[in-house]
DNA sequence: TCGAACTTGGGTAATTAGGGAC
DNA sequence: GATGTCCTAATTACCCAAGTTC
């Protein structure tokens, strides 16, 4: 790995996104970045972006399915 | 350019939601995602959400024994 | 350069989690 | 066996004005 330069294939995903994928208010996706609980890049402007890759990989380790319905 | 994200999973619930949509305790339907009766999705803060596309399978089952049928 | 949409920051309500007992 | 209610702590949601993005 050592993938220095993540870029070209790593799409960035803004707070507004990131917040729709977990059903969440924007301002709580970036209390979460302010936590340290998601990796966040910020923009020269102050604005935080998210990369794609990194919020699905927390998405499938946050996912519980139903192992199975026993009826 | 407002990017939207496809959304891997369809929308998501909140507790209280899938409460409202089942006529329970928001506490009953945290049990069921404690007993692995419905997938459950865990933000980064600890708060369930649930799949929308699976509660309605739930609902429509249950619908569907309303009228009590022999087992 | 303007404009519409979005994000930031803070402060304050509303939900949720978790345990435990009836 | 399953559900609703009690409690406290934590997380999340909505309010605002100002700055950033494209």
Redesign the interface.
Known sequence: MTATVPQSGGRL??PG?VA?????DPK?VTR?AAAG??GSIRTPGGHRRFR?EEV?E??AK??????D?VE
Not at 20 to 24: A, I
Not at 62 to 67: N, P, Q, R, V
């Open positions: 995903l803004t996104e729709s994928l977990f059903r969440v709580t979460w609980r998601i794609e699905n927390l998405l946050l996912t519980t399915e139903a192992t319905l």
